[in-house]
């Protein structure tokens, strides 16, 4: 009498388990490369509408570190920098974002510099 065993070992190899992992993985890695280009700043509160329109962005932290486009200038450096990144725009326009505990006087330097070169200066700040 010769009794047949139930448990066949199959020589196929399910690729939906590998396709899942796979999958996953992709998602991870979309959602944690797609952060936004730009450095952590607390921007004063305030209401109003944004404006997307942008030629540089100048960002000021709180050690009262400059970036031109995420890019750390001097400070005495900046004014040659902005002229040199807007030298060829229609409309040159620089997007200001300066954290809170900034003082006044770094953003406004900013500004003159802006004034002095005829270019047109939007604080950034975070929706109230």
Do not use: C, H, W
Request: positive net charge; charged residues 25%.
């Amino acid at each position: 009498m010769k009794l047949k065993g139930r448990n066949k070992v199959s020589p196929e190899f399910s690729m939906s388990s590998m396709t899942d992992i796979v999958f996953l993985l992709l998602v991870f890695f979309m959602i944690t490369s797609n952060a936004p280009n730009a450095l952590d700043l607390l921007l004063p509160k305030a209401k109003g509408k944004s404006t997307n329109t942008q030629n540089v962005s100048v960002s000021i932290n709180r050690n009262l570190e400059f970036f031109v486009d995420n890019n750390k200038v001097k400070e005495e450096f900046l004014e040659t920098e902005l002229k040199r990144r807007l030298k060829d725009v229609e409309k040159p326009t620089i997007i200001l974002r300066a954290e809170e505990s900034v003082p006044i006087n770094n953003a406004v330097r900013v500004m003159d510099i802006a004034n002095q070169n005829k270019y047109k200066v939007i604080l950034a700040v975070r929706p109230n």
